[in-house]
């Protein structure tokens, strides 16, 4: 029995789709599971009628995290304070601790003019962009923000799946080492492995170019495969994407018998055993690959919501000694 529901799982992740409709254990309505890419490479945005069609109907869109959010918390998370702190502590010492109290450098005006001309290096990292030399093969922004920013512009509300600060717990635990780390026999032999994995592909593509084919043609379990052969360790794979995946699973389930739901979360999240597909699964609920077809409709759907633009309320703020004002 274990044995063929495996295969049925495999079976069905063996399917080409990215999306897939939730349905069963009790739903009034049905919801919508859709693999991302964290990346702004048009390839992404490879989107299919089907897609636009389970965005209008859900009542709730759900991501990984709230990009409204990232900022504020990504400057009061734990990470960023140690860092500051570090970089505190570094300045201060490495010369006089008064002189860099108060000194201040005027800047040059070619230090301006680089300022206005330039792209912030902060702005390319939230819109997972590689470089400026990149545009032509780049969206303005990446799709998980696309779909944030589709669902806002149609009144509809967004929740994140994950809690930003045990998502940084798990990933500094992922960092560690694996206990056989120091086992020669053991690391020799995950090495061999990875270098058989990647001769299969290399003979006409990268293994970056193999996951973008795969992710194009909504491949699982090709992505599946090279998600777990090119992973730093086996804890990176615990508590980076199964850890997580359980959190996302949990989440999807409680919010689904509440309303209908879109679920975009990074594809790699989907297949395996210990994937979001199945975990959902294991919980009674049915999960259908819809295939994806393209018309113009997707194509018109996507201009359009980008001509429309949010009417975003501004504070006022005040520096603290009151000489500056703006909003």
Same mark, same amino acid.
């Not at 109290?101 to 005006?109: A, M, R, S, T, W």
């Not at 990176?236 to 879109?262: P, Q, V, W």
């Not at 990074?266 to 959902?280: D, F, M, R, T, Y």
């Given at each position: 029995?274990?044995?063929?529901?495996?295969?049925?799982?495999?079976?069905?992740?063996?399917? *080409?789709?990215?999306?897939?409709?939730? !349905?069963?254990?009790?739903?009034?309505?049905? !919801?919508?599971?859709?693999?991302?890419?964290?990346?702004?490479?048009?390839? &992404?945005?490879?989107?299919?009628?089907? =897609?636009?069609?389970?965005?209008?109907?859900?009542?709730?869109?759900?991501?990984?995290?709230?990009?409204?959010?990232?900022?504020?918390? @990504?400057? !009061?998370?734990?990470?960023?304070? @140690?860092?500051?702190?570090?970089?505190?502590?570094?300045?201060?010492?490495?010369?006089?601790?008064?002189?860099?109290?108060?000194?201040?450098?005027? $800047?040059? +005006?070619?230090?301006?003019?680089?300022?206005?001309? %330039?792209?912030?290096?902060?702005?390319?990292?939230?819109?997972?962009?590689?470089?400026?030399?990149?545009?032509?093969?780049?969206?303005?922004?990446?799709?998980?923000? =696309?779909?944030?920013?589709?669902?806002?512009?149609?009144?509809?509300?967004?929740?994140?799946?994950?809690?930003?600060?045990?998502?940084?717990?798990? %990933?500094?635990? *992922?960092?560690?080492?694996?206990?056989?780390?120091?086992?020669?026999?053991? %690391?020799? %032999?995950?090495?061999?492995?990875?270098?058989?994995?990647?001769? +299969?592909?290399?003979?006409?593509?990268?293994?970056?170019? &193999?996951?973008?084919? &795969?992710?194009?043609?909504?491949?699982?379990?090709?992505?599946?495969?090279?998600?777990?052969?090119?992973?730093? !360790?086996? +804890?990176?794979?615990?508590?980076?994407?199964?850890?997580?995946?359980?959190? @996302?699973?949990?989440?999807?389930?409680?919010?689904?018998?509440?309303?209908?739901?879109?679920?975009?979360?990074?594809?790699?999240?989907?297949?395996?055993?210990?994937?979001?597909?199945?975990?959902?699964?294991?919980?009674?609920?049915?999960?259908? $690959?819809?295939?994806?077809?393209?018309?113009?409709? &997707?194509?018109?759907?996507?201009?359009?919501?980008?001509?429309?633009?949010?009417?975003? $309320?501004?504070? +006022?703020?005040?520096?603290?000694?009151?000489?500056?004002?703006?909003?």
């Amino acid at each position: 029995m274990v044995l063929s529901g495996l295969s049925l799982q495999v079976k069905a992740q063996e399917q *080409s789709s990215l999306l897939w409709e939730i !349905s069963g254990n009790g739903l009034k309505k049905n !919801s919508y599971l859709y693999g991302t890419m964290h990346v702004s490479n048009k390839i &992404a945005f490879h989107l299919g009628d089907t =897609f636009f069609m389970a965005l209008d109907k859900s009542e709730l869109v759900c991501l990984e995290s709230d990009p409204g959010k990232w900022i504020e918390e @990504m400057y !009061s998370s734990d990470n960023g304070t @140690m860092m500051n702190r570090f970089n505190n502590y570094y300045g201060y010492y490495k010369s006089n601790f008064y002189e860099n109290l108060v000194n201040f450098d005027e $800047p040059e +005006k070619k230090d301006l003019e680089n300022a206005l001309r %330039q792209k912030h290096s902060l702005e390319n990292g939230f819109l997972y962009r590689g470089s400026n030399y990149n545009e032509e093969y780049e969206e303005n922004t990446y799709l998980d923000l =696309f779909i944030y920013q589709y669902a806002r512009k149609n009144k509809i509300d967004v929740l994140n799946l994950e809690d930003f600060k045990e998502t940084n717990r798990l %990933q500094i635990l *992922s960092m560690l080492p694996d206990e056989d780390e120091d086992d020669e026999e053991k %690391q020799k %032999q995950k090495n061999k492995n990875k270098k058989s994995y990647y001769s +299969k592909w290399n003979k006409y593509m990268s293994v970056r170019e &193999a996951m973008e084919d &795969a992710y194009r043609n909504g491949k699982l379990n090709i992505i599946d495969s090279i998600t777990k052969m090119t992973s730093k !360790s086996d +804890k990176y794979l615990h508590y980076f994407l199964h850890e997580r995946n359980k959190i @996302m699973a949990n989440g999807i389930d409680t919010l689904a018998k509440d309303k209908s739901i879109f679920i975009g979360i990074g594809a790699a999240h989907l297949p395996g055993e210990k994937g979001v597909i199945n975990l959902l699964e294991e919980k009674g609920f049915t999960l259908r $690959p819809i295939i994806r077809n393209k018309s113009e409709l &997707a194509k018109k759907k996507k201009n359009n919501i980008e001509k429309v633009f949010l009417d975003v $309320p501004y504070v +006022k703020q005040t520096t603290k000694d009151g000489f500056i004002s703006a909003n």
